[in-house]
């Protein structure tokens, strides 16, 4: 692995060698020496660690992918072919081939690390220059509503706007936490190495320290050994706050805010909203999950607020100590005063103690104060503790106004401000915690209650969730927990069944907690039936009143991976859509403040794909400036594990939020949705077809377990949550969406992205209405582009391998047979001469990733041979631990998981 204009050898140093592909001029300078570096050291610690023969080894299977890779896809002269590297892989001892499978696992860590710096490099450089006005940018948004609705409308706008990310737990992160963490520290040194001078004796210690983290990771087993529990998962997504989200959410909106006020900025009061809050099912999400309990969720919340409350406590005493603004210059005015009086009246020991070191800095000690009380709340200091945010909020202001009352109006704007910010997004509870249960489990647990008997363990835990809620809504606020979100929800029946649950679990209607229940529509046929089951819905009693208090606010969930594993991905597509146009004017029809919750995965085949790009294609009047989505598996940390992506990504969503709903956006979807209305019908009917030929075969379940890894990636400690409801493999009713695509995905196939557009291009027919859909319609440019972008991850050839593993000649077959014909038709679309020809740098890194994936598919395809040929099923014998080593890499590789 190298990445100098040198050959490989088995002396070279590991890393990419750009040299050997057609397209090295692509790749920025900066980039190729950052993986140059690191592919250089990698390589040393493999010859230090497993001699030169590994490292040989290594560069022999690297130099033959890349060789075959490029005879394939860029015509070139080369002998060699995927069976040169096939006959190489089958030649290594078993610990061979999974040091090799180690070391190319490694490669990809390291590569994605220098990928994700050089991105925040080309952020930083953009900023550098001032450019805040990018098209996706916040500024452009804003400036481009205001040019089509007015300053005025858009002020409105902007001040009710909403982006809600919701974290979930979906085992789609690969990467154990200790492998991530180990990636962190080495993508630290890398940004120190950027202001490093070469040849000084910090750079020495810089390529010291590099080594040795790099010879951890190599040295790391990247497979956990036991499965993380809900409670863990919850610490990981807390890592993200802690490192990122605590401190990008307001520097995005002082960003907004000083693009707005420009020159004023600081000086007048803000005018940017704090418009985001954060969600998690994470502890919280019961469905097909055990593992998660009423107490679980109660320590998930616990957990949640600890680190929030310390966040707030120590800004608090960060800015309470730097607020020593003198009595003489700042007076305080009367309200501060009489704050500091009450202050005075509970807490003597804590403001005469502090009243001592800041005898004449009034704003100082009462926000100093406060930094005490934020801690009370937190250990549950009844004397001292905030019953809830309002009441620090009120606090908050009292100081900023006082100060304004005094011409501080930096010191009020400021610092301060950006606490408030922190208060207002975050509350006490940090991320409102989103109870999720499958609608069966609420029908059988009232079955059981209505017929009077003794209670089963399932009934009982049922009812301690309400009652986990109701403590929860006590503790932390009703905004901490008040959604319920209800699983396939079928019938309006479905979700009166959350209210009568929660009165059987307090005893009355009374005493229940407040709840939201939310229908989570996930099949095509509950797509379709979805505004007559709200109609019932919103005459329940219960949810009449709750409309009355929250201003007729009503929030319905749409599950993008069920239905495309329902109907396949082009009809969910298209169904989601026209469920989603319908339900939003019902909501106007009923008069109802409509938020659209989207289940979104971060693989392709469940509903992934550039986030910012799909908000802008939904339907006229179904996002009106509030935006909610799920953020799953490696998507968390792909977009919020660095702060300058994190604070892009958040400003990107916001943005299209904004413009989704301005009147040129609206009217290019409406005019698009009816121009192309036969279209979409033909495509359908056709790609359902298409869909059920192959899933509705005779024995396509055990088939497809025979052709891709399904079940042993079961053996994978990726989460806490069983890949299955409890359905036997024959069936693939109860089977996840999520190893259902990553399972595809590890096979090189990845079907649930694309089977059935090409019959349903075909049955168009039409190049040049295609074409046309293709310049006009934004719903289908956004479905093509994240087809091209699925088929180039895609390689027949090595989808060809795994679909040999099975008997099934005919099915295979049709798998071939209609990838053939999405490419064709997929191109002839576009116009495009080869596949992502319009995304330059995407084309760039799949091309260069491609053959190293190649060379761990291999690998994979050795074990999963040997495990078909010998019926193993343990998972410690070394075919199992070579295929689960080769899994993980392959996901590193394509960056995508489930």
């Given at each position: 692995?190298?990445?100098d204009?040198?050959p490989?050898?088995?002396?070279t140093?590991?890393?990419?060698?750009?040299?050997?592909?057609a397209?090295?001029?692509?790749?920025?300078?900066?980039l190729r020496?950052d993986?140059r570096?690191?592919?250089s050291?990698l390589?040393?610690?493999l010859?230090?660690?497993?001699?030169?023969?590994?490292?040989?080894?290594?560069?022999?299977?690297r130099?033959?992918?890349?060789?075959?890779?490029e005879?394939e896809?860029?015509?070139?002269?080369?002998?060699?072919s995927?069976?040169d590297?096939?006959?190489l892989v089958?030649s290594?001892t078993?610990?061979r081939?999974?040091?090799?499978?180690?070391?190319f696992t490694c490669?990809?860590?390291l590569?994605?690390?220098?990928e994700?710096?050089?991105?925040?490099r080309?952020?930083?450089?953009r900023?550098?220059?001032g450019?805040?006005?990018a098209?996706?940018s916040?500024a452009?948004?804003?400036t481009?509503l205001?040019?089509e609705?007015g300053?005025?409308?858009?002020a409105?706008r902007?001040a009710?706007?909403?982006?809600?990310?919701v974290l979930?737990?979906?085992?789609?992160?690969?990467?154990?936490?200790?492998v991530?963490?180990?990636?962190?520290?080495?993508?630290?040194?890398?940004?120190?190495?950027d202001v490093?001078?070469?040849?000084?004796?910090?750079?020495?210690?810089n390529?010291?320290r590099?080594?040795?983290e790099?010879d951890?990771?190599w040295?790391?087993?990247p497979l956990?050994?036991t499965r993380?529990?809900?409670l863990d998962?919850v610490?990981?997504?807390?890592?993200i706050?802690d490192q990122?989200l605590?401190?990008?959410?307001?520097r995005?909106?002082?960003?907004?805010?000083?693009?707005l006020l420009?020159?004023?900025?600081?000086?007048?009061?803000?005018?940017?909203?704090?418009?985001?809050?954060l969600?998690?099912?994470?502890g919280a999400?019961r469905?097909?999950?055990?593992?998660?309990?009423?107490?679980?969720t109660?320590?998930?919340?616990a957990?949640?607020?600890e680190?929030?409350?310390?966040?707030?406590e120590?800004?608090?005493?960060?800015?309470?100590r730097t607020?020593t603004?003198?009595?003489?210059?700042?007076?305080p005015d009367?309200?501060l005063?009489?704050l500091?009086e009450r202050?005075?009246?509970?807490?003597?020991?804590?403001?005469?103690?502090?009243?001592?070191?800041?005898?004449?800095?009034?704003?100082?000690?009462?926000?100093?104060?406060?930094?005490?009380r934020?801690?009370?709340t937190?250990?549950?200091d009844?004397?001292?503790a905030y019953?809830?945010?309002?009441?620090l909020?009120?606090?908050l202001?009292?100081?900023?106004a006082?100060?304004?009352?005094?011409?501080?109006?930096?010191?009020?704007n400021?610092?301060?401000?950006?606490l408030?910010?922190?208060?207002?997004t975050?509350?006490f509870?940090?991320?409102?915690?989103e109870v999720?249960?499958?609608?069966?489990v609420?029908?059988?647990a009232?079955?059981?209650?209505?017929?009077?008997g003794?209670?089963?363990?399932m009934?009982?835990e049922v009812l301690?969730?309400y009652r986990?809620?109701?403590?929860?809504?006590?503790?932390?606020?009703?905004?901490?927990a008040?959604?319920?979100?209800v699983s396939?929800?079928?019938?309006s029946e479905?979700?009166?069944?959350?209210?009568?649950?929660a009165?059987?679990?307090?005893?009355?209607?009374?005493?229940a907690p407040?709840?939201?229940a939310i229908?989570l529509?996930?099949?095509?046929d509950?797509?379709r039936?979805?505004?007559e089951i709200l109609?019932?819905?919103i005459?329940?009693?219960?949810v009449?009143?709750?409309?009355?208090?929250?201003?007729?606010?009503?929030?319905?969930?749409?599950?993008y991976?069920?239905?495309?594993?329902?109907?396949?991905p082009v009809?969910?597509t298209l169904a989601?859509y026209?469920?989603q146009?319908k339900i939003a004017q019902?909501?106007k029809?009923?008069d109802?403040?409509l938020?659209l919750f989207h289940g979104?995965g971060?693989?392709?085949?469940?509903?992934g794909?550039?986030a910012?790009?799909?908000?802008m294609?939904?339907?006229?009047?179904s996002?009106?400036?509030?935006?909610?989505?799920?953020?799953?598996?490696e998507?968390i940390f792909?977009?919020?594990?660095?702060?300058?992506?994190?604070?892009r990504?958040?400003e990107?969503m916001?943005?299209?939020t904004l413009l989704?709903?301005s009147?040129s956006?609206?009217?290019?979807?409406?005019?698009a949705?009816?121009?192309?209305?036969e279209v979409a019908?033909?495509?359908?009917?056709?790609?359902?077809?298409r869909?059920?030929?192959?899933?509705?075969?005779?024995?396509?379940?055990p088939?497809?377990?025979?052709?891709?890894?399904?079940?042993?990636?079961?053996?994978?400690a990726?989460?806490?949550?069983?890949?299955r409801r409890?359905?036997?493999?024959?069936?693939?009713?109860?089977?996840r969406?999520?190893p259902?695509?990553?399972?595809w995905?590890?096979?090189?196939?990845?079907l649930?992205g694309w089977f059935?557009l090409?019959?349903?291009?075909a049955?168009?027919?039409d190049?040049d209405?295609?074409?046309?859909?293709y310049?006009r319609?934004p719903?289908?440019?956004a479905?093509?582009?994240n087809?091209e972008m699925?088929?180039a991850?895609?390689?027949?050839r090595l989808?060809?391998?795994y679909?040999?593993?099975?008997?099934?000649?005919?099915?295979?077959g049709l798998v071939?047979?209609e990838?053939?014909?999405?490419?064709?038709w997929?191109?002839?679309t576009?116009?495009?001469?080869e596949?992502?020809e319009?995304?330059?740098v995407?084309r760039?890194?799949?091309r260069?990733?491609?053959?190293y994936?190649?060379?761990?598919?291999?690998?994979?395809?050795?074990?999963?041979?040997?495990?078909?040929?010998?019926?193993?099923?343990?998972?410690?014998?070394?075919?199992?631990q070579l295929?689960l080593?080769?899994?993980?890499?392959v996901?590193?590789g394509?960056?995508?998981?489930?």
């Amino acid at each position: 692995m190298t990445i100098d204009d040198q050959p490989p050898t088995a002396t070279t140093t590991a890393g990419l060698d750009l040299s050997r592909s057609a397209i090295s001029d692509e790749v920025d300078e900066d980039l190729r020496s950052d993986v140059r570096l690191l592919g250089s050291l990698l390589g040393r610690v493999l010859s230090e660690s497993g001699g030169p023969e590994l490292l040989a080894d290594v560069e022999k299977l690297r130099a033959l992918t890349i060789d075959a890779y490029e005879h394939e896809h860029s015509a070139h002269e080369n002998d060699a072919s995927i069976e040169d590297a096939e006959q190489l892989v089958e030649s290594f001892t078993p610990e061979r081939a999974e040091q090799v499978a180690r070391a190319f696992t490694c490669y990809f860590h390291l590569s994605n690390l220098a990928e994700e710096h050089h991105r925040v490099r080309v952020l930083l450089a953009r900023d550098a220059r001032g450019d805040a006005q990018a098209s996706d940018s916040l500024a452009a948004a804003i400036t481009q509503l205001q040019a089509e609705v007015g300053a005025d409308e858009t002020a409105s706008r902007l001040a009710n706007l909403r982006f809600h990310p919701v974290l979930t737990a979906h085992p789609t992160e690969a990467r154990r936490r200790a492998v991530a963490s180990g990636i962190r520290r080495i993508s630290e040194l890398l940004a120190e190495r950027d202001v490093t001078q070469p040849g000084t004796l910090n750079a020495a210690e810089n390529d010291r320290r590099l080594l040795e983290e790099i010879d951890v990771l190599w040295r790391t087993s990247p497979l956990r050994t036991t499965r993380p529990t809900p409670l863990d998962e919850v610490r990981t997504a807390m890592n993200i706050f802690d490192q990122t989200l605590f401190q990008i959410v307001p520097r995005v909106y002082r960003l907004l805010d000083d693009w707005l006020l420009a020159a004023d900025a600081g000086a007048k009061p803000v005018t940017a909203p704090a418009f985001m809050r954060l969600g998690s099912w994470i502890g919280a999400d019961r469905d097909g999950n055990p593992y998660v309990t009423a107490a679980v969720t109660k320590s998930a919340a616990a957990i949640a607020s600890e680190h929030i409350l310390l966040g707030l406590e120590h800004a608090a005493t960060r800015i309470g100590r730097t607020l020593t603004l003198d009595s003489a210059d700042t007076p305080p005015d009367a309200a501060l005063k009489a704050l500091w009086e009450r202050q005075r009246s509970f807490a003597g020991d804590v403001t005469a103690q502090i009243g001592t070191r800041a005898p004449n800095e009034p704003h100082r000690r009462v926000l100093l104060v406060i930094a005490e009380r934020i801690a009370a709340t937190r250990t549950r200091d009844a004397d001292l503790a905030y019953a809830r945010p309002d009441e620090l909020l009120s606090d908050l202001r009292t100081i900023q106004a006082s100060l304004r009352s005094a011409g501080a109006e930096r010191s009020a704007n400021g610092e301060l401000q950006n606490l408030i910010w922190q208060v207002e997004t975050f509350g006490f509870h940090l991320a409102e915690l989103e109870v999720r249960q499958h609608s069966k489990v609420h029908r059988q647990a009232l079955e059981e209650i209505r017929a009077g008997g003794p209670l089963s363990d399932m009934t009982n835990e049922v009812l301690d969730v309400y009652r986990t809620i109701s403590y929860l809504q006590g503790r932390y606020g009703v905004k901490a927990a008040h959604r319920y979100i209800v699983s396939f929800t079928q019938s309006s029946e479905d979700l009166a069944n959350v209210y009568a649950l929660a009165e059987a679990a307090l005893g009355s209607a009374e005493a229940a907690p407040t709840l939201d229940a939310i229908p989570l529509f996930e099949t095509f046929d509950d797509l379709r039936a979805s505004t007559e089951i709200l109609a019932e819905y919103i005459e329940f009693e219960p949810v009449k009143a709750r409309l009355a208090a929250t201003g007729r606010k009503l929030e319905v969930m749409l599950g993008y991976s069920d239905s495309s594993k329902d109907v396949g991905p082009v009809s969910a597509t298209l169904a989601l859509y026209s469920a989603q146009a319908k339900i939003a004017q019902w909501a106007k029809d009923n008069d109802i403040e409509l938020t659209l919750f989207h289940g979104r995965g971060g693989a392709l085949g469940r509903g992934g794909g550039p986030a910012n790009e799909a908000v802008m294609a939904q339907p006229p009047g179904s996002v009106e400036g509030r935006f909610k989505l799920t953020e799953q598996g490696e998507v968390i940390f792909a977009q919020y594990g660095d702060k300058t992506i994190a604070a892009r990504h958040i400003e990107q969503m916001a943005a299209a939020t904004l413009l989704a709903s301005s009147p040129s956006n609206e009217e290019e979807n409406r005019a698009a949705t009816e121009a192309f209305a036969e279209v979409a019908a033909t495509m359908d009917v056709r790609s359902r077809e298409r869909f059920y030929e192959l899933i509705k075969a005779d024995g396509f379940a055990p088939w497809f377990a025979q052709v891709t890894p399904l079940e042993e990636v079961g053996l994978l400690a990726l989460g806490s949550r069983p890949a299955r409801r409890g359905l036997s493999i024959e069936s693939l009713e109860d089977l996840r969406a999520i190893p259902w695509v990553f399972a595809w995905t590890q096979a090189r196939i990845n079907l649930t992205g694309w089977f059935g557009l090409g019959s349903a291009l075909a049955a168009v027919g039409d190049v040049d209405v295609l074409r046309d859909a293709y310049a006009r319609w934004p719903l289908f440019t956004a479905m093509i582009n994240n087809v091209e972008m699925s088929l180039a991850k895609t390689d027949d050839r090595l989808a060809e391998r795994y679909l040999a593993l099975g008997d099934r000649d005919d099915l295979a077959g049709l798998v071939l047979e209609e990838m053939a014909l999405t490419r064709e038709w997929v191109q002839r679309t576009t116009g495009h001469s080869e596949s992502l020809e319009a995304r330059p740098v995407l084309r760039r890194a799949v091309r260069l990733r491609s053959p190293y994936v190649d060379a761990l598919s291999l690998l994979q395809l050795r074990a999963l041979k040997s495990i078909r040929a010998s019926g193993s099923a343990d998972p410690l014998d070394e075919p199992h631990q070579l295929l689960l080593l080769a899994v993980n890499g392959v996901a590193a590789g394509l960056q995508n998981t489930g």
